[in-house]
């Protein structure tokens, strides 16, 4: 047996993660479903402009 002088100490488990906590609330809060029809119409925009301007 190990005396407690003798043990050695583990590193802490998070593995230099950030905790964050469940109960914070965002003051601007999107929809997964809007932020993925703007990326839609984004992508529709360029192809539309590189399709009318060539480059």
Do not use: H, W
Not at 10 to 22: D, E, H, I, N, T
Not at 38 to 49: A, D
Request: aromatic share 10%.
């Amino acid at each position: 047996m190990l005396n407690k002088k003798a043990q050695t100490r583990m590193p802490s488990s998070f593995g230099g993660l950030v905790q964050y906590y469940s109960d914070y609330k965002s003051k601007i809060t999107i929809k997964p479903r809007t932020v993925i029809i703007f990326g839609i119409i984004l992508v529709i925009v360029v192809v539309g402009i590189k399709l009318a301007f060539g480059s």
